[in-house]
């Protein structure tokens, strides 16, 4: 992460809070039916793979998306795909509650407040990070060593992937936002250059 600008996004969102609204009570529900079957472990890295998965899937983004479609329907095709991706009974069952409820359109946002809040249970900051295309395992590595010399040393990264920066990275940890994204220098260019002028 080179040389990091604080300014105001759109792109990123306020850190999902994990106590108050629908996202939160949801994600309340999920951690404390994980904590009690003793199945944390399992389920916060499924959290993550469903959160990349949504990511990454126009398809299932768009069934999550279409109020038209009839809610059995709905729910049958977003619990086939954990289903065939193996996820655990405990997930299935929950986002099984999550459609019947007709939240699905909201689940990115709760599985985002389940994230932050398993986070700040285990003392950790949750820092979103926004990239063009999805982290490598390299950059992953490198991001967090950058964000520990920043002070932050227990952090829990939430990455979401949003083409529209078209490369570098978006950083929010807490209020404060770093932003790196070549969308944004791109933008700052255009303002110097209108100055110049």
Do not use: C
């Not at 994600?27 to 949504?54: F, S």
């Not at 909201?106 to 990239?131: C, P, Q, Y």
Request: glycine share 8%; net charge positive; charged share 25%.
């Amino acid at each position: 992460m080179a040389t990091a600008v604080t300014t105001a996004r759109s792109a990123v969102r306020a850190p999902t809070g994990t106590g108050g609204g629908l996202a939160g009570r949801y994600a309340t529900a999920l951690y404390e039916i994980a904590a009690d079957r003793w199945k944390l472990d399992e389920v916060l890295p499924q959290v993550d793979a469903l959160i990349r998965l949504i990511d990454e899937s126009s398809d299932l983004q768009r069934v999550l998306g279409d109020a038209r479609l009839d809610i059995r329907d709905s729910r049958k095709a977003v619990l086939a795909v954990l289903s065939a991706q193996g996820f655990s009974e405990t997930l299935y069952n929950f986002l099984g509650v999550v459609a019947d409820n007709r939240r699905l359109s909201r689940l990115r946002e709760i599985l985002a407040a389940f994230v932050a809040l398993a986070a700040a249970r285990r003392g950790e900051i949750a820092a979103e990070v926004v990239s063009a295309q999805p982290l490598t395992t390299a950059q992953r590595t490198q991001l967090q060593g950058k964000l520990a010399e920043a002070g932050y040393t227990r952090i829990a990264l939430q990455e979401r992937v949003d083409p529209t920066i078209l490369g570098g990275l978006v950083v929010q940890v807490g209020p404060r936002l770093y932003d790196n994204s070549l969308q944004s220098r791109l933008v700052r260019l255009h303002y110097a250059m209108k100055g110049a002028a």
